[in-house]
T-cell receptor, first 110, second 113 residues
Framework: KQEVTQIPAALSVPEGENLVLNCSFTDSAIYNLQWFRQDPGKGLTSLLLIQSSQREQTSGRLNASLDKSSGRSTLYIAASQPGDSATYLC?????????FGTGTSLTVIP | SAVISQKPSRDICQRGTSLTIQCQVDSQVTMMFWYRQQPGQSLTLIATANQGSEATYESGFVIDKFPISRPNLTFSTLTVSNMSPEDSSIYLCSGGGGADTQYFGPGTRLTVL
């Protein structure tokens, strides 16, 4: 069974700092991987989707990479802002099932 | 992209009653899913809602407790039956998946007294 782990569980950084969130998965037979953000008490907002054949995707200040063979993905956030404070979740799609990580709770301090 | 709405956004229910949550997508999606997110936890998939046929349930979830309907490609309902306080969670529906981006509704926050 696919297991998805996110490290760190919580992260606090000063505004303006660049940061990296990590996601690892145990089975490299994935269809794609998606990063989400979740604000407290809210649903999930899709940030980036990386297909299994891709190495990275970029959207604004966000860059997500995928190394399928090693079972790793990273989400890079440049020039962090207080509005980036949220929980970030990665989800692995095996084709008929989605497996979610436990999330990284990010706080950006003004 | 797809926009997904859910009703109700929150509810407080008594033990032993049932609640039906509605999920509406603004465009046709191949796949729709229902998740549960317990306090402080990540998401757990309840089932895949199949259009015109019975839902596919994950281990630990059964149709008698969580009946699901999906009459067309844009709408689905999840019923939480015979509720107990342990059912207090956020329930989320999503649409898309496969090779496409998966989009989520805003969630339904359920409290069972």
């Amino acid at each position: 069974k696919q297991e998805v782990t996110q490290i760190p569980a919580a992260l606090s950084v000063p505004e303006g700092e660049n940061l990296v969130l990590n996601c690892s998965f145990t089975d490299s037979a994935i269809y794609n991987l998606q990063w989400f953000r979740q604000d407290p008490g809210k649903g999930l907002t899709s940030l980036l989707l990386i297909q299994s054949s891709q190495r990275e995707q970029t959207s604004g200040r966000l860059n997500a990479s995928l190394d399928k063979s090693s079972g790793r993905s990273t989400l890079y956030i440049a020039a962090s802002q207080p509005g980036d404070s949220a929980t970030y979740l990665c989800a692995v799609n095996t084709g008929n099932q989605f497996y979610f990580g436990t999330g990284t709770s990010l706080t950006v301090i003004p | 992209s797809a926009v997904i709405s859910q009703k109700p956004s929150r509810d407080i229910c008594q033990r032993g009653t049932s609640l039906t949550i509605q999920c509406q997508v603004d465009s046709q999606v191949t796949m729709m899913f229902w998740y549960r997110q317990q306090p402080g936890q990540s998401l757990t998939l309840i089932a895949t809602a199949n259009q015109g046929s019975e839902a596919t349930y994950e281990s630990g979830f059964v149709i008698d407790k969580f009946p699901i309907s999906r009459p067309n490609l844009t709408f689905s309902t999840l019923t939480v039956s015979n509720m107990s306080p342990e059912d207090s969670s956020i329930y989320l529906c999503s649409g898309g998946g496969g090779a496409d981006t998966q989009y989520f509704g805003p969630g339904t926050r359920l409290t069972v007294l």
